[in-house]
T-cell receptor, first 112, second 115 residues
Framework: GAVVSQHPSRVICKSGTSVKIECRSLDFQATTMFWYRQFPKQSLMLMATSNEGSKATYEQGVEKDKFLINHASLTLSTLTVTSAHPEDSSFYIC????????FGQGTRLTVV | RKEVEQDPGPFNVPEGATVAFNCTYSNSASQSFFWYRQDCRKEPKLLMSVYSSGNEDGRFTAQLNRASQYISLLIRDSKLSDSATYLCVVNKFNAGGTSYGKLTFGQGTILTVHP
């Protein structure tokens, strides 16, 4: 079964609204989780590292005020895309690492 | 220069063919290496880790050359179900020597196996 669960798998929202994506580690506690974004025909790009109980670490070029990350427990990290625009439409994937990297199922966000 | 580079392909091969993918990485501090498989609109899934001694898992063989910073994946006797994007992935340890967990992905190589 899934080790990391991500929800929702697909969301369509209007431009200007906010969308929250949840990532849960099911079989282990994850002090660190990672959020990636993948545009069509491109590779996964790390957006930020989510740290339990402290602030997330964002990669260069990723706006922390637009992509809000909360890691309030050892099994849950959330990514909120605030004031979404069509250019934010992408495939967002989270991961948590034990002996290997386990990925959530991904969230396909479409902003219309 | 990208930190992990792959030939994006696509590779179109008939069933039963042998196909090889290559990958180079630029950061010599990279410590662990993987091949992931990603099906369309799905999350990546670990295919195999890559070790300096080379390792084999059924029809799949992975090789690592640290001196050349080069990783390869060989697929023998290709099946239709092997059609996917293959991602070369590297992981860099932090200063403490434990896995930082921050993976860097190559662009991916698209493989299509046809009847």
């Amino acid at each position: 079964g899934a080790v990391v669960s991500q929800h929702p798998s697909r969301v369509i929202c209007k431009s200007g609204t906010s969308v929250k994506i949840e990532c849960r580690s099911l079989d282990f506690q994850a002090t660190t989780m990672f959020w990636y974004r993948q545009f069509p025909k491109q590779s996964l790009m790390l957006m930020a590292t989510s740290n339990e109980g402290s602030k997330a670490t964002y990669e260069q070029g990723v706006e922390k005020d637009k992509f809000l990350i909360n890691h309030a427990s050892l099994t849950l990290s959330t990514l909120t895309v605030t004031s979404a625009h069509p250019e934010d439409s992408s495939f967002y994937i989270c991961s948590a690492h034990g002996a290997e990297a386990f990925f959530g199922q991904g969230t396909r966000l479409t902003v219309v | 220069r990208k930190e992990v580079e792959q030939d994006p392909g696509p590779f179109n091969v008939p069933e039963g063919a042998t196909v090889a993918f290559n990958c180079t990485y630029s950061n010599s501090a990279s410590q662990s290496f993987f091949w992931y498989r990603q099906d369309c609109r799905k999350e990546p899934k670990l295919l195999m880790s890559v070790y300096s001694s080379g390792n084999e898992d059924g029809r799949f063989t992975a090789q690592l050359n640290r001196a050349s910073q080069y990783i390869s994946l060989l697929i023998r006797d290709s099946k239709l179900s092997d059609s996917a994007t293959y991602l070369c992935v590297v992981n860099k340890f932090n200063a403490g020597g434990t896995s930082y967990g921050k993976l860097t992905f190559g662009q991916g190589t698209i493989l299509t196996v046809h009847p």
